[in-house]
């Protein structure tokens, strides 16, 4: 007399809480923050030898005006950006991963027999948008660093 029991509605606050968990412990969350972060940094860090012999700033977001080729912010007002830009990627990545798990666990609640497949698609998503993401965000900056490296060594800054 077996039968299988009838599919019963997630609690509202198991839902939200299984949720939250997942968006927390999960890497993709974090991933892009932190390599675009790092990548900024190296760019600042090794703009700075440039900006100890007169050159000027070429990325309007860290000059004194707002405009390309001007005076540099402080470096503490550029870690200050850095840290700035920091969160809004965060934010990004959390607004992302909350909303792709959220969909992900009505899915699975609606299609029970597929639970592996709906999850394994989840990651795959949440995997490569925190690549996109991450590359978008800090392809440039690590490019910028290797150059301000040859060319500080070049010009003898080093």
Same mark, same amino acid.
């Given at each position: 007399?077996?039968?299988?029991?009838?599919?019963?509605?997630?609690?509202?606050?198991?839902?939200?809480?299984?949720?939250?968990?997942?968006?927390?412990?999960?890497?993709?969350?974090?991933?892009?923050?932190?390599?675009?972060?790092?990548?900024?940094?190296?760019?600042?860090?090794?703009?700075?030898?440039?900006?100890?012999?007169?050159?000027?700033?070429?990325?309007?977001?860290?000059?004194?005006?707002?405009?390309?080729?001007?005076?540099?912010?402080?470096?503490?007002?550029?870690?200050?950006?850095?840290?700035?830009?920091?969160?809004?990627?965060?934010?990004?990545?959390?607004?992302?991963?909350?909303?792709?798990?959220?969909?992900?666990?009505?899915?699975?609640?609606?299609?029970?027999?597929?639970?592996?497949?709906? /999850?394994?698609?989840?990651?795959?998503? /949440?995997?490569?948008?925190?690549?996109?993401?991450?590359?978008?965000?800090?392809?440039?900056?690590?490019?910028?660093?290797?150059?301000?490296?040859?060319?500080?060594?070049?010009?003898?800054?080093?």
């Amino acid at each position: 007399m077996s039968s299988a029991a009838p599919a019963r509605a997630q609690e509202p606050g198991a839902f939200v809480s299984a949720v939250l968990k997942g968006v927390a412990l999960d890497p993709t969350t974090y991933a892009p923050t932190v390599v675009a972060w790092g990548a900024t940094r190296l760019d600042w860090q090794s703009s700075q030898t440039f900006f100890q012999h007169g050159w000027a700033e070429q990325n309007p977001r860290f000059t004194v005006s707002g405009f390309t080729g001007d005076t540099p912010i402080s470096y503490g007002q550029g870690n200050h950006q850095i840290m700035m830009d920091g969160f809004v990627n965060l934010r990004f990545s959390a607004v992302h991963n909350l909303s792709e798990r959220a969909v992900e666990r009505l899915l699975v609640s609606k299609y029970p027999d597929h639970r592996t497949l709906l /999850r394994v698609i989840g990651w795959i998503e /949440r995997t490569a948008m925190a690549s996109y993401w991450t590359y978008r965000r800090s392809a440039v900056h690590f490019r910028q660093w290797t150059t301000n490296g040859r060319e500080a060594e070049r010009l003898g800054y080093k």
